[in-house]
């Protein structure tokens, strides 16, 4: 393919955003309308090839992705999953290390094995494959319009007398996706020491609570990454479905596509703890340091980590709760990037779908929720190859999904990062001891799969 090029600033997505069309209030109360079919051709669908060289990578390069990983897991890394898709074709799949080493602080006499199958908790990836796929499934109807009000579906949410920023009143599901709104990062509903008057852990109050946050910024000021805002997306998604989160994403969404192993509370649908990565070794303690009421202190494996989701929201939320596994992660990578379709089935529109991922105005690494390959700022994710059309997310229990339409490839790496103790628990309670691997780190592993692609 010639000679490897690292990407540069100035070659930055310039499209710019398409300006979503009109939809009526009373959309909301009209029938279902039908996604209109963007091609009569059937959508690429997933096949096993018997040979890397089949979809253009280089085995001996792969086996490099390999040594990089497995060389890891001997220096302790607790375990991983990756699998990567090209022009319709899995190049690989394969299970590293350990779903399950500690329980506590105890090292594990035999530890279990990572298979292919072990379902992962997704973390902030849930909010792509579970709230973004939804709205974006939803805009493609027409029942939600991106530049209206929150307040037209949420007549709570507004500004009070008492607030020190105002803004509510006018912010946009649009400023939302863009992580423009104003919310701050975390507010921790759980944690009364953190939340206050926000504390929660019952799921109907905690959707009160949402709309009553405070605003730590004036919207459109800037980007903030914050959970809140996909808390909010999600009871939006409720609200226009008449159905949980789950509910919906599972029947509507995963169903069509054939996929058993992508779910919410996976340990109350019929999966086993064994059949998921364990994350965090005494439960969301951090090796004991963190305390709050009815904080769970045993080694979580099949329930989702994440502290809001878990306590305050029952385990669903547009921001964390899903559990999948690759190959089905594959599958929903591939309808991304066959514009909205899998096989017969389309989810939602090409227009839709490229809407999503166009640069915010304020910063070109994000979209609507997504994550773009914007600037060199990003390299970190997508590594110094992936073209300027990429994007992808990463999730705090250590997953990262990169799409690139230029190259149509995919790449889910699934890790269980958080399986180890804290670097160093008297001075700092989120850093592990798998986060400082460059497995743990993604850009190193995403880098060596697009070398075996581009190198050979």
Partial sequence: MGKLKRKTIGSLLTIAMIAPAAVPAQALNTPPHTI????????????????????????????????????????????????????????????????????????????????????????????????????????????????????????????????????????????????????????????PNVSKNLFSQDRDLTIKMISRTPLTYQPGTKNIYSDVDYMLLGTIIEKVTGKQLDEYVEKHLYKPLGLKNTVFNPLLKGFKPKDAAATEL??????GVIDFPNIRKYTLQGEVHDEKAFYSMGGVSGHAGLFSNTRDMAVLLQTMLNGGSYGNQQLFSQKTAKEFVQPSPMNPTYGLGWRLNGNESMEWMFGPYASDTAFGHTGWTGTVTILDPKYNLGIVLLTNKKHSPLADPASDSNTFQGDQFQTGKYGSVVTAVYEAMLKK
Avoid: C, W
């Avoid at 005494?282 to 090796?287: P, S």
């Fill in 36 to 191: 209109q079919a963007q091609a009569h051709q059937k959508a690429s669908t997933l096949k096993q090839v018997k040979r890397p060289e089949e979809a253009g990578f280089s085995s001996f390069g792969l086996k490099k992705v390999d040594k990089l990983i497995q060389d890891e897991i001997i220096q302790g890394f607790p375990g991983a999953a990756l699998i990567v898709i090209k022009d319709g074709k899995i190049v690989k799949n394969e299970a590293y290390g350990y779903k399950k080493k500690y329980t506590g602080l105890a090292l594990l006499e035999r530890p279990e094995k990572m298979k292919r199958d072990t379902l992962f908790d997704l973390a902030s990836n849930t909010k792509m494959y579970a709230a973004n796929f939804a709205l974006q499934r939803l805009v493609s109807e027409g029942k939600i319009n991106l530049e209206d009000k929150i307040q037209t579906y949420i007549p709570e949410f507004r500004d009070q007398e008492t607030d020190v920023i105002k803004g509510k009143n006018t912010l946009r599901i649009i400023d939302v996706l863009h992580h423009t709104a104003g919310f701050p990062p975390d507010p921790q509903y759980h944690n």
């Fill in 282 to 287: 005494m439960g969301n303690t951090r090796d």
